[in-house]
């Protein structure tokens, strides 16, 4: 009786442990999506780690509803690269308007170090 319990036990574990479920996310293309950010940092003899203990924390991501259409949109802080901002037009589709917004940085050495969306 125990033997039997035991199988029956063994192989009730044995199949759910196969059973492959879907985590809920799934992985959006930057073609799909037109989201192109990347938080590219360079070290030189100035600006580096040992200088800057926050060099490697990256700048921020934002969102919220920016333009009242009721998708959320997105907000990239760059550290040394430029802020973006983009629009979401649905279907997880999204249009930089980072130009006409004049969110642009004017110099590459202003560092972004943090979002806030109140």
Do not use: P, R
Not at 55 to 60: P, S
Not at 63 to 80: H, I
């Amino acid at each position: 009786m125990i033997k039997k319990l035991f199988f029956i036990l063994s192989l009730f574990f044995f199949i759910q442990c196969t059973i492959n479920e879907k985590n809920g996310f799934e992985k959006i293309s930057s073609n799909h999506s037109n989201i192109l950010f990347n938080n590219v940092l360079v070290e030189n003899d100035s600006i580096n780690i040992l200088d800057n203990e926050f060099f490697y924390n990256g700048a921020g991501l934002a969102l919220g509803d920016f333009n009242n259409d009721s998708l959320v949109d997105v907000f990239f802080a760059g550290n040394q690269v430029d802020n973006k901002l983009y629009l979401n037009k649905g279907n997880l589709v999204f249009d930089d308007v980072t130009d006409v917004s004049n969110l642009n940085k004017s110099d590459n050495l202003i560092w972004s170090s943090g979002v806030n969306v109140l």
